[in-house]
C-alpha cells in the first residue's frame, strides 16, 4: 500500500527551525521525484522545493530560498526540509508528493501523489 507521511511541523517562534520529514511506504522515494508544497488559509496550494531522483537537483521557491533545504536519506526512505529563520508567513499546512515521471518542477498540478500534511505556525 502506497504512502506518504509528513511528520515535523509545529508552533515555532519567528527566527526558528523546523525539520519536516516524509517517508514513503509502499514504495522508493529515491527512484521519483519529491516536492514540498504549501497551503495557507485562504491561499492556494504553492511550491516550495523539489528534489530530483539522484538529489543532483533541487529547486527553491524564491520565499525560501537560502532558507529552506531539502534533502534525502535513502537508507531512510525519507525526504526533509529543513526550514530556518522561519517567518509568520512561512505559516501553511506542509505536503509532500511524489511524481512518477517527469523531471522536478515546483508546480503542484504535476505530482501525482500527496501525504496528508503537518501544520507549521510561525508565531510569537
Known amino acids: 500500500q502506497l504512502q506518504l507521511v509528513e511528520s515535523g511541523g509545529a508552533l515555532v517562534q519567528p527566527g526558528g527551525s523546523l525539520r519536516l520529514s516524509c517517508t514513503a511506504s509502499?514504495?522508493?522515494?529515491?527512484?521519483?521525484?519529491i516536492g514540498w508544497f504549501r497551503q495557507a488559509p485562504g491561499k492556494e496550494r504553492e511550491g516550495v522545493s523539489c528534489i530530483s531522483r539522484s538529489a543532483e537537483r533541487t529547486k527553491y521557491a524564491n520565499s525560501v530560498q537560502g532558507r529552506f533545504t531539502i534533502s534525502r536519506d535513502n537508507a531512510k526512505n525519507t525526504v526533509y526540509l529543513q526550514m530556518n529563520s522561519l517567518k509568520p508567513e512561512d505559516t501553511a499546512v506542509y505536503y509532500c508528493?511524489?511524481?512518477?515521471?517527469?523531471?522536478?518542477?515546483?508546480?503542484?498540478?504535476?505530482?501525482?501523489?500527496w501525504g496528508q500534511g503537518t501544520q507549521v505556525t510561525v508565531s510569537s
Open positions: 508528493a511524489v511524481r512518477w515521471m517527469g523531471i522536478a518542477t515546483l508546480t503542484p498540478f504535476e505530482y501525482d501523489y
Open positions: 509502499g514504495f522508493t522515494l529515491d527512484d521519483y521525484v
